[in-house]
């Protein structure tokens, strides 16, 4: 598995310890050019590669963000089919100087069903040249899960630099040479990629800090073999209890829901890498790593 700097789980899973907040957004001024600036911190924030506000009604607002009681930075017009991979999208300035490695963003992205499903994420820490940092492996969706529902931790080089830049553009199925549209959650049926398509972006924020994995305590909890090589994952614990298993990858999506008593749980339909398994047990939660081989 390609090693990356990633990590990207539901915010349930994870807490950011030792967490500084450098820059925030949270895009919810009703004038879309207020909600340009941060709400916390310093920086600025830009629309590149020709897409432009995504808004409605009169004064024009932006649609519904996560809370739903709160507003998301919607844009469109993105370019047009086989053109422009890589060019559209968010673009975030924020002077990391005087806060130290390790760097995260953390955000909440979400795109209509004819959007391109494929986010890629960059950066720049002389604020000229582009790191590609990797892409989001076409799990965005058209609606916002639990927040944050990306975590992003950057190289030694982010940290203490005050041309750190970080972006998000729309490119091409890495299988082919056009966009793949997003479709619509939970129907088989595909979409048509459309440059009218849109993506949402809400809780955009800054930080320094270590992210550590949050343990609740379930009695005796195990979780074996791990690595898993056989298909069959095992989750005990000093209750005879049912136990609520969900699985997640390491973008955040829900590969597993399930309920486990005494018996294994297969995963062998899951591909080899990394996972993080929640496992609730009489309203007690603890999460571990999951290998897969």
């Not at 990797?134 to 944050?148: E, R």
């Not at 529902?149 to 082919?176: C, E, Q, R, W, Y």
């Not at 969900?246 to 590969?255: A, F, P």
Request: net charge positive.
């Amino acid at each position: 598995m390609k090693k990356l700097y990633t990590l990207l789980f539901l915010a349930f899973a994870f807490t950011i310890n030792a967490q500084t907040t450098i820059s925030q957004w949270n895009f919810d001024a009703p004038d879309p050019a207020t909600a340009m600036l941060p709400t916390t911190g310093s920086g600025l924030f830009t629309l590149i590669g020709g897409v432009v506000d995504n808004t409605s009604g009169t004064p024009a607002v932006m649609p519904a963000g996560n809370p739903a009681t709160g507003k998301a930075y919607s844009i469109k017009t993105f370019p047009a089919t086989t053109t422009a991979s890589g060019t559209a999208g968010y673009q975030f300035a924020s002077s990391t100087a005087g806060f130290a490695d390790p760097i995260n963003i953390t955000f909440d992205p979400r795109g209509s069903n004819t959007s391109s499903r494929f986010q890629q994420y960059e950066y720049s820490i002389d604020g000229t040249n582009w790191i590609v940092f990797g892409n989001n492996s076409g799990v965005l969706t058209n609606a916002f899960a639990a927040t944050p529902m990306v975590i992003l931790t950057f190289p030694v080089g982010a940290g203490n630099n005050a041309n750190f830049k970080f972006k998000i553009v729309s490119i091409f199925d890495p299988a082919g040479a056009d966009y793949s549209a997003v479709g619509y959650l939970g129907t088989p049926t595909p979409s048509v990629y459309g440059p009218g398509g849109t993506w949402r972006i809400d809780n955009v924020t800054f930080s320094s800090g270590i992210l550590g994995v949050k343990q609740n305590s379930i009695s005796g909890l195990k979780v074996y073999p791990n690595p898993v090589v056989n298909g069959n994952l095992y989750i005990t614990s000093d209750s005879s209890e049912s136990k609520q298993v969900v699985v997640y990858d390491l973008l955040g999506k829900q590969v597993i829901k399930t309920i486990v008593t005494n018996q294994p749980l297969n995963v062998a339909a899951l591909s080899s890498g990394i996972y993080m398994v929640k496992i609730t047990e009489e309203g007690k939660t603890a999460t571990r790593k999951l290998v897969i081989r």
